[in-house]
């Protein structure tokens, strides 16, 4: 999806600077785990689902080595790291460095703040075949629809 489509997106009412703070850690993220030659791609959509307000999704999809359903959860955790913490070559680029862990942590803390939702979506690990993983970011549409509630 390319920017003018996420510009047509109806307005949130958020914090732009933490907003960024947020989708600088998820795209490092992906960006980590997706070898060379890799996609990453960022989309949105309006979600009218019954007995819930409208929302904006923006979603993170790479094609990286994945992330195993049973971290899934604990990625969002404080200081959590899945494997060893190490640097993989994959031609010319290296991928995968480690971190304190804490990127994910803080993008989640931000996004509850702002009365939102952040999941991650993967079929698994798997550093042969890459299956990748979805990053989800649902937060609530203005109310009076400028961007302020």
């Known amino acids: 999806m390319c920017a003018e ?3 047509a997106l109806p307005p949130i ?8 703070k947020v989708f600088y850690h998820i795209v490092t993220n992906a960006v980590k785990y997706t070898p060379d030659g890799g996609k990453i791609q960022l989309s949105g959509r309006v979600v009218d689902e019954p007995d819930t307000k409208p929302q904006v999704e923006i979603t993170t999809r790479d094609t990286g080595i994945g992330i195993d359903p049973q ?3 604990l990625i969002f955790q404080k200081f959590y790291q899945t494997g060893e ?9 290296k991928f ?3 971190g304190p862990g804490l990127g994910l942590a803080i993008a989640k803390g931000i996004i509850d703040a702002h009365h939102g939702r952040l999941w991650v979506e ?5 550093e042969i075949n890459n299956p990748g993983s979805t990053f989800y970011v649902r937060l609530p549409v203005s109310q009076n629809g400028n961007g302020q509630n």
């Open 5 to 7: 489509n996420l510009r």
């Open 13 to 20: 009412f958020a914090d732009p600077d933490l907003l960024q």
């Open 71 to 73: 971290y899934q959860e």
């Open 85 to 93: 913490v190490r640097l993989h070559s994959s031609g010319k680029t």
């Open 96 to 98: 995968k460095g480690g």
């Open 122 to 126: 993967s079929a698994g690990h798997d």
